[in-house]
């Protein structure tokens, strides 16, 4: 039988295309805009018909009818990162999450240590030799493709044809369904003041031909701004959005001083514009791969002078930094932070930022913290952090005592509360 006619065969309506899942079954979707919207509609829909379904993913972008509190013993999400849409049910406890490094989500598959029994994600178009590419995000979901029992394809084609380990070939496929919805566009965040400060003071520690990781963030962004002077980038990331085109369209990014596939910019999904998803499609400067393989510290660390670029909420004296939660109250997820800051730390020059605003609502609180607070998720420890960034300048803490630490530490927090952070640093039997 020709791919033609096996695609021909193997097309459903979304509501037949579900059936593929079971009671009890864990469904696999890709980080965010990989996320197929006709499929987990339709899912949504017959939710009521289904019993301890769990659907697992990084950063849901839509609010599903089934992310709801009421069906949640029918079809309920599992969180591997919150995001605005699942946070209310993690706090509210009828959303799960399973904490986990980006990087090491495959393992839990492979492993068995999480199900992954049906997958539902984007595709491109088939290819004459009868593949499909989830170049939106091979992230985690290729490991999920190689452990299902039911793989179920949204084709779509808006979705780009991307080079890398990210194919799937018809004879994988139980099911596909059609659709023909613009991907879903994620703006750039709002850059502030602030976060042009402490942009500054990391683009200033940035040379030209470093290879560069970016999380997502107003202050990530805020970096990349001002980078566009500068030569010879380098793209190793799991994350490419569109601040990472300004660079290439200013000429700062060529790929050549990579030690690590020179010449290629190797990301694991992506977040942004039509314009961005259409930079990816059968670009070959760019493969999208899955993330045991960008965010693997020791592969990420084969580049030289690799500058990774992380949002933090708070970081206490010794340089703790809790990323994820706001206390005991859960807020994002570990993602591929502590990765990268390891894979800087391997690289040689490496350079790992955590950058974080000195104070949050409106200056009354201080984000540098005598201890972080009680409950809080610790995502990067004492011993991996090493530059952390405010507005105030940078503390460079790898090397350095507990008391250079704090000294540091207070010297870019905010002037109203280096007082009282030295007085409880002294306390503490720091200083």
């Known amino acids: 039988m020709s791919v033609k006619d096996l695609y021909l065969q193997k097309r459903q309506a979304p509501a037949d295309a579900i059936r593929q899942v079971r009671d009890g079954d864990m469904i696999i979707v890709p980080t965010g805009v990989g996320e197929p919207p006709a499929l987990l509609t339709a899912l949504s829909e017959a939710r009521r018909d289904f019993r301890d379904v769990k659907v697992a993913q990084i950063l849901a972008l839509r609010k599903y009818g089934y992310i709801d509190a009421e069906t949640a013993g029918h079809v309920r999400h599992v969180a591997l990162f919150y995001g605005g849409v699942t946070r209310p049910g993690g706090q509210a406890g009828w959303v799960d999450f399973v904490p986990n490094y980006f990087s090491e989500i495959p393992a839990l598959f492979a492993r068995g240590q999480v199900p992954a029994d049906v997958v539902f994600t984007m595709a491109s178009p088939m290819d004459e030799h009868g593949y499909f590419s989830l170049g939106l995000a091979p992230d985690y979901t290729m490991a999920a493709v190689a452990r299902a029992r039911a793989i179920v394809l949204e084709v779509n084609p808006n979705v780009p044809f991307a080079y890398g380990n ?116 059968r670009n070959p400067m ?31 004296l010794l340089g703790q930094c809790g990323s994820e939660s706001l206390g005991a109250l859960p807020y994002s997820g570990t993602g591929g932070q502590a990765d990268f800051v390891r894979a800087a730390n391997r690289s040689k020059g490496g350079k790992a930022f955590i950058v974080v605003p000195s104070t949050a609502k409106n200056d009354t609180i201080s984000r540098i913290v005598p201890t972080l607070n009680p409950g809080t998720h610790v995502t990067t420890s004492k011993n991996d952090v090493n530059y952390v960034v405010t507005e105030y300048g940078v503390a460079q803490l790898r090397g350095k005592s507990a008391k250079e630490r704090a000294r540091a530490l207070i010297g870019i927090a905010h002037p109203d509360f280096r007082t009282e952070l030295t007085e409880a640093a002294k306390k503490q039997g720091v200083l």
């Open 286 to 316: 760019l493969e999208m791969h899955p993330v045991d393989y960008t965010n693997d510290p020791f592969l990420a660390g084969q580049n030289d002078n690799l500058v990774a670029i992380n949002a933090t909420l708070q970081v206490d």
């Open 166 to 281: 990210n194919h799937v070939h018809i004879s994988q496929v139980a099911a596909l369904v059609e659709s023909s919805e613009p991907v879903l566009e994620v703006g750039l965040p709002t850059i502030g003041p602030v976060q042009e400060a402490i942009g500054k003071y990391v683009a200033d520690l940035i040379d030209d031909g470093s290879t560069l990781q970016i999380g997502y963030g107003g202050i990530p962004d805020a970096v990349v701004m001002q980078l566009t002077h500068k030569h010879d980038l380098g793209i190793h990331t799991e994350m490419i959005g569109d601040g990472i085109l300004t660079l290439l369209e200013a000429g700062a990014v060529t790929n050549r001083r990579k030690n690590y596939l020179p010449g290629k910019m190797v990301a694991t999904f992506a977040l942004g514009s039509r314009k961005l998803y259409q930079f990816i499609h």
